[in-house]
């Protein structure tokens, strides 16, 4: 049995100033999403310029910060926010959600394509293969301040989290998630791109790659405490979100391949 080290969530004090750990993981993601796109931008003929992935950048952090604490609170904190619609801007007390984040960025690239007159689908298959990393630091973020951990479990790297407050040995989902979502998502994406793809084939790769992922990991998570189980009695709101997932990244497969348009 393991214990958890119980991290100081603050990386860096000065005077009143605090820079935390998970804040830290956000910004090594987006670092990590601009090097990636960088060089897919540097490669012959990729048709896209160093200054557009800045742009394409500051959109990515625009959708994933605001889609992600909108999704949080309204997937998973709603009677909150129906007691009080403030909570929405209390960012400092923590809560985002990958899937809010997914939409909010999805809308990001809407804007993103409009403004420099690209395609909405090619563009959101150049970011698909950029997006694991971000979600590798995030999970990490996670298991630094010891949250969203996982279900009890006698496996030998069962893990005590003190934030439970029961002293069982629990997963250590976030690690879990890391993996799977972090750097097999990351690996199966990024190869799968790195031949010409059908428009709409590398975002359906990652759709339905993440989907089966989340939904996996989360029968091992635990639920969240004001939501517990949803349908059937079994189903948590993760793999309710991951469902519609599964089925887009089946669709935009379909739909890539019946009538390829190679970019």
């Known amino acids: 049995m393991l214990v958890h080290p119980d991290f100081d969530p603050v990386a860096l004090a000065l005077g009143p100033l605090q820079i935390r750990w998970y804040g830290l993981m956000y910004l090594l993601g987006f670092a990590a999403g601009w090097a990636l796109g960088r060089y897919r931008a540097s490669r012959p003929r990729s048709g896209w310029s160093a200054a557009q992935v800045d742009d394409l950048v500051f959109y990515i952090a625009l959708g994933v910060i605001l889609g992600g604490r909108i999704g949080y609170v309204l997937f998973y904190g709603w009677d909150s926010f129906l007691q ?3 909570i929405l801007l209390r960012i400092w007390e923590g809560g985002m959600s990958f899937h809010g984040g997914f939409l909010g960025v999805l809308a990001a690239m809407a804007m993103f394509a409009r403004k420099h007159g690209r395609g909405f689908w090619p563009t959101v298959d150049f970011i698909a293969p950029l997006i694991a990393p971000g979600i590798l630091f995030g999970r990490i973020g996670n298991f630094i301040n010891g949250e969203l951990w996982g279900r009890v479990t006698d496996l030998p790297w069962g893990m005590v989290f003190r934030h439970a407050g029961d002293g069982l040995p629990r997963h250590p989902s976030q690690l879990y998630e890391a993996a799977l979502e972090g750097v097999a998502l990351f ?45 059937w009695g079994w189903l948590t709101m993760g793999q309710v979100l991951s469902l519609p997932l599964i089925g887009v990244g089946l669709v935009l497969l379909n739909l890539a391949y019946r009538r390829p348009s190679t970019k």
Not at 204 to 215: C, E, K, V
Request: charged share 10%.
């Open 84 to 86: 009080n619609p403030l």
């Open 187 to 231: 690996v199966i994406v990024w190869l799968f791109s790195a031949k010409p793809r059908p428009t709409m084939a590398v975002s359906g790769a990652f759709a339905l790659t993440y989907g089966i992922f989340r939904f996996l990991v989360e029968f091992v998570r635990q639920p969240d405490l004001q939501l517990g189980y949803l349908a």
